[in-house]
Nanobody, 122 residues
Framework: QVQLQESGPGLVKPSQTLSLTCTVS??????????WNWIRQPPGKGPEWIGN???????YYSPSLKSRTSISRDTSKNQFTLQLTSVAPKDTALYYC??????????????WGQGTQVTVSS
């Protein structure tokens, strides 16, 4: 059973960098064919895919967030990290990490973290 757990500050000031870590247990983030994702859901809105890091270490980002997003990993700790720069109140959301497989035109999630609330406010 794969488990994912998000961690990081719940409150970030505007213009600062949001940094979240997802710790994975029960499976390696380097296992072939799996992608490790960050998704967020602002209050009252649907989920938004932020980006992911593949088993190979390659990264993929949402075009709308690409300029502010960086996803990295620490294979020794079986963790992957999201950094979102220059945050604003619009970045307030419930942030999730999740595992997926993906191919041309699809991405299918099978395991999710419980989510962590991040509020951007001064």
């Amino acid at each position: 059973q794969v488990q994912l757990q998000e961690s990081g500050p719940g409150l970030v000031k505007p213009s600062q960098t949001l940094s979240l870590t997802c710790t994975v247990s029960g499976g390696s983030i380097t296992t072939n064919d799996y992608f490790w994702n960050w998704i967020r859901q602002p209050p009252g809105k649907g989920p938004e895919w932020i980006g992911n890091i593949a088993y190979s270490g390659s990264t993929y980002y949402s075009p709308s967030l690409k300029s502010r997003t960086s996803i990295s990993r620490d294979t020794s700790k079986n963790q992957f990290t999201l950094q979102l720069t220059s945050v604003a109140p619009k970045d307030t959301a419930l942030y999730y990490c999740a595992r997926s497989v993906q191919g041309w035109g699809y991405r299918a999630y099978d395991y999710w973290g419980q989510g962590t609330q991040v509020t951007v406010s001064s």
